[in-house]
């Protein structure tokens, strides 16, 4: 099971909403932690499936609020926030999730099977652990991820294409899949070709990256029997680029790999988290 | 080399899609109202736990327990989809 402890600090961690002793202290957990990882990697899921979607209804006490903000000007944001919330509450109902986005929630789902298999499987985290189970998360108390730096980034990233190693599969990270306790009916075959491999970079020197509009990651195609890498969009805005900034010493994970690359996710400097192409880090524009 | 799936989904990624995509609605709409609100502000529109707390009147803790309780509640529910 998840620390109770740290719950809340793992989805805040996915926000970027963590002080940094916060996530020091979350950090040093996670090492040690199979469950809590597992718990981290399909909570990363669930966000990214969330923000595959486009506005539903706000409840009308929302805006009320946002205008009682306005009246006070009480916050600087204001008028954004109102743009917002007014597209919130006037756009038509739920969202519109692509098929991308469904590949993303097929490997929710089976992040979210896997955990709740890990979670029958007890307290033994680590045997619980199979190569799905990684795609949730994963065993760092098994082996901590390597660390490299934004120098060797492009060595790291090319390693990652050959999978001389066994090694999890896509949409999450975490390293060497464990012999799961899953019954076979929730223990998917790893896709022959598809071998992400997790590890962690810290870069050296701020970059600022600028993305394409639209960003594709490999993610777990189709429930759980199957899997090979299908794009998934998960920019939220498919028509506009967006710029991140990776300050110095961010750790990033990597978590998928695509035609383009291999991919990572990463808490960007303005506390926002992102995917991004490895070979990007360490890029200044 | 990976191969990828191309642009348009296959019939039954279109059905497992569909499928998929009713699930997370019915998740949703079965979510308490202040969950739902919660992520949706989060996720959808981007907002930082800060400005939920404050478009919604709730402290910033309570923001934090919202969204971890609505990610959970969404989780179980997707758990069943086969």
Known sequence: MICEEFQEELSAWVDGEL????????????ETC???????????????????????????RVTDAAMRLVREGTQSRTESTIVRFRRVCFEPLWPKLGWEGMGLAAALVLAAVVYRGELLGGGDHTAALSPAATIAGSDRANEPPPVVTAQNEVQATGRAEVPDVPQPVPAAPRPAPAVGQISSAVAPAMHADFNPQQQAVSADESSTIDLPPIIEFAAINDQLSVLRPTPVFVAPDKNAPRRYTVKAGTRVEVIAKSKDGTWAWVTTADGAPAYILMSDLGRST | MTEFASESPSPE????????RAILENALGELDPVFREAILLREVEGLSYEEIAQVT????????TRIYRARMKLQQRLVGFR
Request: neutral net charge.
């Open chain 1, 19 to 30: 002080t940094p002793d916060e996530r020091i202290r979350l950090s040093a957990h996670l």
């Open chain 2, 13 to 20: 990624e279109a059905s497992a899609s569909a499928g998929m």
């Open chain 1, 34 to 60: 199979a469950a809590c990882s597992n718990a981290l990697h399909t909570l990363k899921l669930t966000s990214l499936l969330m923000r595959g979607l486009e506005t539903p209804e706000a409840p009308a």
């Open chain 2, 57 to 64: 009147g709730v402290s910033v803790n309570t923001v934090k």
